[in-house]
């Protein structure tokens, strides 16, 4: 299980709509999908007609409020609810949304208070409870997380404590690289502090205006949000896609898999799955790739490495897999320093 975090610092930037899309682009590559709606404020997930249940179904708000009526993790399953299957693989979605969304779910939404839940209530045994309840009873290849923007209480739960990665959506403007410059050193912080976990970055571009960029302009501020947030490049650019399909929230890996959003989307999938090494297609990926520099951009920056050989963690995860063996050793033979 390979969970990751979709986090904007501002919004506007489409960061449901790109969630949203990855999950179903991985579910049509045959991957077990589950999406969980942490934007509890303004919660979106079952607002697509593919993911939408069938009546209001509890999620995040209930299963809080439940523990801390009864001081016991309740039953992940009463709160997610099945998306279906999609495409020809076997692949599926499930959902885990805000809540009901009825007319008592802002009031038990304004009683969670999550800083006395971690401090006195046992919060962080609850959320780890919750991710260990995903993998024994849904057992998915990949948990999607859907982050509220900005600086919040949750933000720590869904940046730092549950995923793996964190996929950092942003429009290249001040505003953004001001805000996100705290949230990317916290979430870097975790690997040598506190939870001591190394937690990959991955930097998207987003709504970026399709046009000529005679004056720099762009180009400039890419480099700033690269040399101050300490990465080598983008893993993807979306681009501003004007389609009136957006206003009914169609997922373009679906409905229009042709597309230019669609193979940003792709693309995003593939830098995703490189990096879990428990994935078979994500182990080839990276060795596709392997030793390329911009596999480790932080080092550039002087900033913590993932640990350990990731030859030796892939070669470990697939023991019995000759033709990962072998590209795994063939690998090691062409970077092996000469003696």
């Known amino acids: 299980m390979y969970v ?47 993911l939408r249940p069938p009546k209001p ?5 209930e299963y809080v409020t439940e523990y801390r009526s009864t001081w016991r993790a309740p039953d992940v399953r009463d709160y ?41 209530e046992d919060g962080f045994l609850l959320l780890e409870d919750t991710k260990a309840q995903w993998e024994q009873e849904y057992k998915p290849d990949y948990v999607l997380i859907d982050s509220r923007t900005g600086h919040t209480d949750v933000e720590g739960i869904c940046t730092r404590q549950l995923p793996n990665a964190v996929v950092v959506l ?36 987003s709504n970026v205006p399709d046009l000529d960029d005679e004056d720099r302009i762009l180009r400039n501020i890419r480099e700033r949000f690269q040399e101050e947030l300490g990465y080598q490049e983008e893993d993807v650019i979306i681009h501003h896609y004007p389609s009136l399909r957006l206003l009914r929230q169609a997922i373009f890996v679906l409905d229009q898999p042709g597309s230019r959003l669609t193979k940003e989307y792709r693309h995003l999938v593939r830098s995703l799955m490189m990096y879990n090494w428990e994935d078979r297609k994500g182990a080839e990926l990276f060795l596709d790739d392997y030793p390329l520099f911009t596999l480790f951009p932080d080092k550039r920056f002087g900033l913590p490495e993932p640990p350990g050989d990731p030859l030796d963690q892939i070669a470990k995860n697939f023991p019995d897999d000759e033709e990962i063996q072998r590209r795994v050793n063939e690998k090691r033979r062409r970077t092996r320093t000469p003696g």
Request: aromatic residues 10%; charged residues 20%.
């Open 57 to 61: 179904h509890p999620g995040l708000v």
């Open 4 to 50: 990751i975090t979709f986090y904007s610092f501002k919004g506007g930037v489409g960061r449901t709509m790109a969630l949203v899309n990855v999950a179903a682009q991985l579910a049509k590559m045959g991957r077990k999908v589950l999406l969980v709606d942490f934007d509890l404020e303004a919660p979106g997930l079952e607002t697509f007609d593919h």
């Open 170 to 205: 942003f429009f290249p403007n001040e505003q953004n690289l001001v805000g996100l410059q705290d949230v990317c050193r916290r979430i870097r912080s975790e690997q040598t502090s506190g939870l001591e976990k190394y937690i990959r970055l991955h930097y998207v571009m």
């Open 80 to 120: 997610i609810y099945s998306a279906g299957s999609v495409g020809k693989k076997g692949g599926q979605l499930w959902v885990m949304p805000a809540g009901r969304r009825d007319a008592t779910y802002q009031s038990a939404l304004a009683k969670i208070d999550w800083i006395r839940l971690y401090r006195d």
